[in-house]
């Protein structure tokens, strides 16, 4: 049987505007993203041009709103059993956010969150090879993510949680100087990226995902463009790539990362 433990697979856009959000990403990504028509979520599909989907797009309903739900980007990690790992979670201080179903032909469920609060998904697959066979996570591939980076308002709290949980490893970390040490963290086929402790200025902590582009300066032009924000970068990044911090119209936080073709040498 394929471990299925600690993949990242799926990624998922929670918006209050989904035609908004659809034309944003779709300039500024090259995503097409289809909106559902299927009552009562309308589930949208990112798709990339060689059809392989990086994650979904749920419309938020004021019901949704009025639970609890807000605008923000959120992910899946694949589970050997979903509802072991909910009762393993609880065990570990953590939360159950919404209790776990089954989608038909797709997997079971559940929305939870770790000891400080941050939300994120477990899924159990149906097709088991891969994590359902997904390339959502990829670190090279443009469309995909390239990078899962937690802002943890404890780190050594995530570091014991997320490490017993899902069977990650710590690679050496790269000292930051007053900002700590960036934790870098494998899934056992590679680096998938890193949990680090919260700056004090930054707003909240939580799980960031970086979405590659093929180039950076040109997403930054097209993020100003279609009314986003860039509130950090383009930063250079170990490796050569570029990263920046955003905010989506819906004022959303997003991340990208990506080359610099054009900068000057």
Not at 45 to 63: F, M, R, S, Y
Not at 162 to 181: A, R
Request: with cysteine.
């Amino acid at each position: 049987m394929t471990k299925l433990q600690g993949k990242w697979i799926w990624y998922e856009l929670l918006t209050g505007d989904a035609a908004g959000s659809k034309a944003f990403y779709e300039a500024v990504l090259g995503w097409r993203i289809t909106l559902g028509a299927m009552q009562p979520m309308n589930y949208g599909h990112i798709v990339n041009d060689d059809d392989q989907a990086t994650g979904g797009l749920l419309p938020l309903t004021a019901e949704m709103t009025a639970n609890g739900a807000h605008p923000t980007w959120l992910g899946y990690i694949s589970v050997d059993d979903c509802d072991d790992t909910v009762k393993a979670i609880a065990a570990q201080s953590g939360k159950l956010l919404m209790p776990a179903f089954d989608i038909p032909d797709v997997g079971r469920i559940a929305m939870v969150a770790d000891p400080d609060g941050v939300p994120f998904y477990i899924m159990t697959p149906k097709m088991p090879e891969g994590g359902g066979g997904s390339t959502a996570f990829d670190r090279e591939k443009v469309g995909r993510c390239g990078w899962n980076e937690l802002l943890a308002p404890t780190q050594a709290t995530a570091l014991d949680f997320y490490t017993s949980l899902f069977g990650w490893t710590l690679p050496e970390p790269m000292d930051m100087g007053d900002w700590g040490k960036y934790q870098f963290i494998d899934d056992g086929g590679g680096m998938i990226g890193a949990i680090m402790q919260k700056p004090a200025q930054a707003p909240q902590g939580g799980w960031r995902f970086y979405f590659r582009v093929p180039d950076i300066d040109a997403a930054v032009a097209e993020t100003k463009a279609r009314g986003g924000q860039i509130f950090q970068g383009p930063m250079e990044v170990p490796g050569g790539d570029w990263v920046i911090n955003g905010l989506d119209p819906q004022g959303i936080a997003f991340n990208l990362v990506g080359a610099r073709p054009h900068a000057a040498t």
